[in-house]
C-alpha cells in the first residue's frame, strides 16, 4: 500500500519552520532547565513542534486524552514527574496552561524526556520525540513492530512501531491511513520535524 510517508526517509530531520513570535521568550527558562538528553536544542525543538510555543495549547482529543501547555503533557504524566522539579501542587490542566508556570512545565518536560532516554527508546532525538508523542511504554511507539518484523532502522536495531507504515505482515494496510491524528502518523511527522529543528534552533 501506498501510506502517508510512503517514500520519506524518516531517519533524517525534513525542513520545516522552527520558531513562532511566541517562542524567545521561553529561551531563557528552557536554558535554565535544559539537562541530560533534554538538551536546549531538543526543548525547543520538542517545545515548537508540540504547541508551536503556546502556553494555552490544547490538543485534540485521542485515545490517551488530552494533552495541554507548552509541552503537551497530561496531568497524570505532569505528577509523575513535578518532584524532579520541587513541585508540590497538584498539577491539573488549568496549571499548565497557566503562563506562570511555564517554566516549571518545561522542567517536567526535560524530566518526562530523560526518562525516555533511559528507556526503550533510548536517547536518540528521533526516538525521544517518539516517545514522548507515541508512548514510551514497553509495549508503546519505540516497541519492536510485528508488521515490519526483519526490518532494520537507522542504527541497524529493529524496525520501531512507530516506523512501520503498515498495519499488516503483508504491507497492504497502512498505520494510520490518510488520517494525521490516527495511527502513528503524527508521531512521525513530529519526528521528522523535532530531528530538524534540533539541528536547527529557531530561538
Not at 520501531?160 to 498505520?175: A, I, Q
Request: aromatic share 6%; proline share 3%; with cysteine.
Amino acid at each position: 500500500a501506498t501510506c502517508l510517508h510512503s517514500g520519506v526517509n524518516l531517519c533524517e530531520g525534513q525542513a520545516a519552520e522552527c520558531t513562532s513570535s511566541f517562542c524567545s521568550q521561553y529561551a531563557d527558562e528552557i536554558d535554565r532547565v535544559a539537562n541530560g538528553a533534554a538538551t536546549a536544542s531538543v526543548l525547543k525543538a520538542l517545545m515548537f513542534a508540540e504547541s508551536t510555543c503556546k502556553v494555552g495549547a490544547v490538543s485534540p482529543d485521542t485515545p490517551s486524552g488530552r494533552s495541554y501547555g507548552l509541552m503537551q503533557l497530561q496531568p497524570a504524566t505532569a505528577n509523575m514527574f513535578k518532584n524532579r522539579c520541587d513541585i508540590t501542587a497538584t498539577i491539573t490542566t488549568s496549571w499548565l496552561t497557566n503562563p506562570v508556570n511555564a517554566e516549571k512545565s518545561i522542567c517536567i518536560g526535560a524530566a518526562f524526556i530523560n526518562a525516555i532516554a533511559g528507556g526503550i527508546c533510548g536517547p536518540s532525538v528521533r526516538n525521544l520525540y517518539a516517545g514522548y508523542n507515541g508512548g514510551q511504554s514497553a509495549s508503546g511507539a519505540c516497541s519492536e513492530s510485528i508488521h515490519c518484523a526483519g526490518e532494520t532502522s537507522c542504527d541497524g536495531s529493529a524496525v520501531k512501531k512507530w516506523e512501520c507504515l503498515y498495519n499488516n505482515p503483508e504491507h497492504t494496510v497502512c498505520n494510520g491511513g490518510s488520517e494525521i491524528l490516527k495511527g502513528y502518523n503524527q508521531t512521525r511527522v513530529g519526528a521528522l520535524k523535532v530531528m530538524y529543528c534540533a539541528a536547527n534552533p529557531g530561538f
